[in-house]
C-alpha cells in the first residue's frame, strides 16, 4: 500500500489511498491506491458495470467516498468547490440542454463557467456549424457526440474525464475525438478517459488501468 495521503504532492493530478466506495449494497472501489502524475494521459478499462463511470464521477466530486483519502490537485475531494474548479467531466450522454442549440447550450456553459471563447469556431471544429442553431433534442447521437467534444474543447480544466468518447462516432468522429483529446495533453492537462476501444485510446494516452470487481491494476 502507497503512504497516507499526509500532505498534498503538487506533481499529481490524482491520488486515492485505501478508497473504498459504496452504492448501496454494491462495493465500486475496495481500498483503491492510485496516482495520475499532472499531465499524464490514462485510459480506464474494464466491463460494462465495472464502476468507471462512478470513479470518474467520484474524481469529479458528484460521489463521496465511503473510505479512504483522495485529493485532485492536491485539493481533498471532500473540498468540492475547489475539485470542481480543476476538473471537467464530459460525460457518455448528456451534459447538454435539449431545448437549447447548439450555440446556445456552449455559450450558456462558457456563462456557468465564467470563461470566454469562440463558440463559433468550437462548432466549426467539430463540424456542426451548419447545426449552430438547431435544437440539442433533434441532433443525432454523434452530432450530440460532437457537440460534447466542442465543449469539452471550450472548458478543459487541469484535469479533464472524458466517458466513453468513442461511443456514437463514425471513423470520421472518432479521428475527430483523437484530435481534440490530443491538445488536452499537448495543453499539459491531465486527460482520464474511460473506454472500450483500448487501441484507439492508446494513442492519445501513455497508461492503461483496468477496473474490476472493484479493484484497479495497470493494464498491459
Do not use: C
Amino acid at each position: 500500500m502507497d503512504a497516507p495521503l499526509s500532505t498534498p504532492a503538487a506533481e499529481y493530478a490524482v491520488q486515492l489511498r485505501g478508497a473504498w466506495l459504496r452504492l448501496g449494497r454494491e462495493v465500486i472501489l475496495r481500498g483503491v491506491d492510485l496516482d495520475i502524475a499532472a499531465g499524464e494521459g490514462v485510459t480506464l478499462l474494464g466491463e460494462n458495470g465495472a464502476g468507471k463511470t462512478t470513479l470518474l464521477r467520484l474524481l469529479a466530486s458528484s460521489l463521496r467516498l465511503t473510505r479512504g483519502e483522495g485529493r485532485v490537485h492536491g485539493y481533498d475531494l471532500r473540498d468540492s468547490r475547489s475539485v470542481r474548479d480543476h476538473v471537467h467531466l464530459m460525460p457518455v450522454e448528456g451534459g447538454t440542454y435539449p431545448d437549447l442549440t447548439a450555440a446556445e447550450n456552449l455559450d450558456f456553459a462558457l456563462q456557468m463557467h465564467r470563461l470566454s471563447g469562440d463558440t463559433g469556431a468550437a462548432l466549426r471544429r467539430v463540424g456542426l456549424e451548419k447545426a449552430a442553431e438547431r435544437r440539442v433534442r433533434f441532433l443525432s447521437a454523434g452530432m450530440r457526440k460532437r457537440l460534447n467534444l466542442a465543449r469539452l474543447s471550450l472548458l478543459a480544466r487541469p484535469l479533464t474525464l472524458v466517458d466513453e468518447p468513442f461511443a456514437n462516432l463514425d471513423a470520421a468522429g472518432r479521428h475527430l475525438a483523437l484530435e481534440v483529446l490530443a491538445e488536452v495533453t499537448g495543453r499539459g492537462q491531465t486527460l482520464l478517459l474511460a473506454a472500450h476501444e483500448p487501441d484507439l485510446a492508446a494513442q492519445v494516452t501513455g497508461r492503461a488501468l483496468h477496473l474490476s470487481a472493484g479493484s484497479l491494476t495497470d493494464s498491459p
